[in-house]
């Protein structure tokens, strides 16, 4: 074997593959007791992919995770956008209405696909199987957010709350 190439087994065969094509190693953290905490935060930043969020866990660690929302693949749409497309679906006319009295907890799954759009108060969002408590999506009035079938998490309401929501068939995308 030539000293530029590397042989990989795929099943059957070998692929060979010159130095030019493999894979760099990925760089690796300091690992000296003397690194700061910063530093290790800035080093996991520098290797972080775009959409990934970079967190300090306990000790000192750096942690890469990617958002809440991507991992269970519930979408939200805030500001300006949601409020045009609320209004382009034709939401406070004829979606059907739902809301809180006040402070409650309520755990809630999906069987189906739904869209809500938020028209006054705030929801704490912890999925089912979140590891502790810090682990949550926040959405609040004016946020449109569509919550995939067969998610499954508490919902926490601090106050007053109502939405407005439709439940989508299979296929439905709007």
């Known amino acids: 074997m030539r000293p530029a190439a590397a042989a990989a087994s795929t099943g059957g065969f070998h692929l060979v593959l010159p130095a030019s094509h ?14 700061t905490t910063r530093g290790k ?22 942690l890469l995770a990617r958002p ?5 693949k519930v979408r939200v749409e ?16 004829t979606w059907s209405s739902w809301r809180t009295g006040g402070r409650c907890r309520m755990p809630w799954d999906w069987q189906v696909d ?20 810090d682990d949550y999506m ?6 449109l957010v569509r919550y995939p079938r067969w998610f499954e998490a508490d919902l926490y309401f601090e ?4 939405e407005r929501y439709r439940f989508l068939a299979y296929g439905d995308d709007n």
């Open 68 to 72: 809440l929302e991507d991992i269970y």
């Open 22 to 35: 493999r894979r760099p190693p990925p760089p690796r953290l300091p690992t000296s007791t003397t690194t």
């Open 114 to 133: 739904q869209l809500v759009y938020i028209v006054s108060g705030e929801v704490k969002v912890i999925p089912a199987g979140a590891v502790h408590g």
């Open 78 to 93: 805030r500001g300006e956008v949601a409020r045009a497309r609320a209004e382009a679906l034709r939401v406070m006319e």
């Open 159 to 162: 106050g007053p709350y109502e």
């Open 138 to 143: 926040h959405f609040v009035a004016g946020d």
């Open 41 to 62: 935060l800035q080093a996991a930043a520098a290797e972080a992919a775009p959409g990934d969020v970079v967190l300090g866990g306990g000790g000192g660690s750096a």
